[in-house]
């Protein structure tokens, strides 16, 4: 049996080491390895087991078979019933999936008479309900053979070692969408919070919280209050040795419309069947072919284990394609290459260079499979056709051309227009230019608003695209702007009042044309690392401001 996976460092070392004592350590290590266990996943575990395990990894820790809590067990098409296997759940605790646990377990099913599984036991990725409890509870058969139940607290996904993401593909929507019921984001609140606590707890610390300050948007503040009350239930620790900044999406809404020309964001954005972020190219979960700009790319699978890909994804597409011609050159010019310019040159070639070159060739061959799977698919990326939207993208975000004058408010304008008029662009890069344009110059008035998006529905449809690649709901989009402190309508402002603040934009001359515009978190984050960042800028998450009375008043005496 083949050893261990080496595990890569950082978070998903440690999701891997969690998930190895605290989930498997709980089921008898002589019964999964003599009898072996069967792994039962919802999808968000499926997706945190992949991040962190390959398949022999779970088969060495007694799990050789891996199934769907959405099929059945016992019936047709669904999951076999194993009797005499043990079985563990591992799944969000939500009502969906213990009720299908409980179904597992139900009496009167057609391919068992006694129990599905020899045994049960249940970890459940985030803590579920009391009530949702107590259905467990109430399944009988399920209680004789119930051995663990526990909350693992580890709802989330790391994708790189250094990444997370909390699996909310409806965030933007529930936090800052305006027709969004309050009780729906009080709720998601709490969520992202206990997930951000359990990404902390994973990596064992403890931090201290400050957040952005400023603006009608409190997404940011309310956030961070929920992230150190979780952290005081959990832990009783106030602050930490760490340090956690919460932000929110006003703080540099333009952004993410810009086409980001780092390799792995290229990938991301243009490859739309890639779902899964950090695993993108040809291998694409799915494993379905992938078709990129009219041509066919083998299938690969890009992952962790894939040294030039690491290295690679979060550079510019520009400087990679340099590094990947020299270290092509590089390899051409290996031992085996020398070991042949001696035989040329008359000189004897010893045994020992012999099996030194043989021992080295089956690393050879990878190396240069893998340089030209991402030689050829940064040759691919670099042919797109960019440069009708990335101008325009770059001079409305940074508000400048790229001689570094400013812009002409009337001439940005009509070449936005002109962009939006044209029939080539799609749906979506339209949207991002109206979006952008409005978020740079402050505001649009409703007949200019009205012709843009009538304009945006006559662009090319991208195939298999979102709803934001069909320009879908786009007029409920530009309102949304507004929950991130963006004039979207033009208005006469009066001197009594307030006006949003506006983002002033921070620009690097010595990048590429295309790159030009620098994100204000990275501006921000930079400052937090170097002890800069001020308190009235991002001001620490204070423990009175919002601590139960309860709390409060058995810690007023230290509290500060």
Request: charged fraction near 25%; hydrophobic fraction near 35%.
């Amino acid at each position: 049996m083949p050893g261990p996976t080496p595990k890569p460092p950082g978070l998903m070392k440690a999701v891997a080491q969690r998930i190895e004592e605290e989930v498997f350590g709980g089921c008898d290590e002589q019964l999964r390895k003599t009898r072996g266990c069967v792994l039962v996943c919802d999808d968000v575990a499926l997706s945190v087991l992949e991040s962190s395990f390959k398949m022999n990894d779970l088969t060495r820790l007694g799990a050789p078979i891996v199934e769907s809590l959405k099929k059945p067990c016992g019936v047709t098409d669904g999951r076999q019933s194993l009797a005499h296997n043990p079985v563990i759940y591992l799944c969000r605790g939500t009502q969906e999936n213990i009720g299908r646990i409980v179904e597992d377990w139900t009496e009167g099913q057609k391919d068992w008479k006694v129990r599905p599984y020899l045994e049960a036991h249940i970890f459940f990725l985030s803590q579920p309900s009391k009530v949702l409890v107590n259905e467990l509870v109430a399944s009988k058969v399920l209680m004789k053979h119930l051995k663990n139940v526990k909350s693992v607290n580890m709802d989330f996904l790391a994708v790189e070692p250094n990444l997370f993401t909390l699996q909310m593909p409806q965030d933007l929507a529930t936090f800052f969408g305006t027709s969004r019921p309050m009780s729906q984001q009080a709720a998601a609140i709490d969520q992202v919070a206990s997930q951000i606590i359990d990404v902390v707890q994973t990596m064992g610390d403890t931090v201290t919280v400050r957040h952005q300050k400023g603006g009608k948007c409190t997404v940011a503040y309310q956030v961070a209050k929920g992230v150190v009350d979780a952290q005081m239930q959990r832990s009783g620790a106030k602050q930490g040795n760490a340090t956690l900044l919460i932000l929110d999406r006003s703080i540099d809404p333009g952004a993410p419309l810009l086409h980001e020309l780092t390799y792995q964001a290229m990938l991301l954005d243009l490859l739309p069947e890639s779902k899964t972020v950090g695993v993108v190219p040809a291998s694409i979960p799915s494993k379905a072919k992938v078709t990129m700009f009219g041509e066919k790319l083998r299938k690969t699978v890009v992952d962790e284990s894939d040294e030039l890909w690491c290295r690679l994804r979060h550079h510019h597409i520009a400087d990679n394609a340099k590094v990947l011609s020299r270290e092509v050159k590089e390899v051409a010019s290996s031992k085996t290459a020398t070991m042949r310019k001696d035989a040329a040159a008359g000189q004897q070639v010893s045994m020992n260079q012999l099996a030194d070159a043989m021992k080295e060739a089956p690393t050879l061959k990878e190396r240069v499979r893998a340089y030209d799977l991402h030689n050829s698919l940064h040759e691919a990326l670099m042919k797109t056709d960019l440069d009708r939207i990335c101008d325009i993208e770059q001079d409305l975000a940074c508000r400048e051309t790229k001689e570094g004058d400013k812009l002409d408010a009337s001439e940005i304008k009509k070449k936005c227009e002109a962009f939006l008029e044209s029939t080539k662009p799609t749906y979506g890069e339209k949207l991002r230019i109206m979006l952008l344009y409005i978020i740079s110059q402050g505001a649009l008035s409703k007949d200019t608003q009205a012709r843009w998006l009538n304009h945006i529905g006559s662009g090319q449809p991208r195939l298999g695209g979102s709803a934001w690649e069909k320009g879908d709901g786009a007029g409920k989009m530009i309102d949304n702007l507004a929950q991130l402190d963006v004039v979207t309508e033009e208005k006469k402002w009066f001197r009594f009042q307030s006006r949003p603040r506006q983002h002033q934009p921070t620009v690097d001359q010595d990048a590429y044309d295309w790159s030009r515009y620098v994100p204000n978190v990275k501006t921000i984050a930079e400052h937090l690392v170097d002890g800069q960042l001020a308190e009235v800028e991002c001001p620490h998450t204070v423990q009175e401001e919002h601590v139960s009375n309860a709390v409060a008043s058995s810690s007023s005496a230290g509290a500060g």
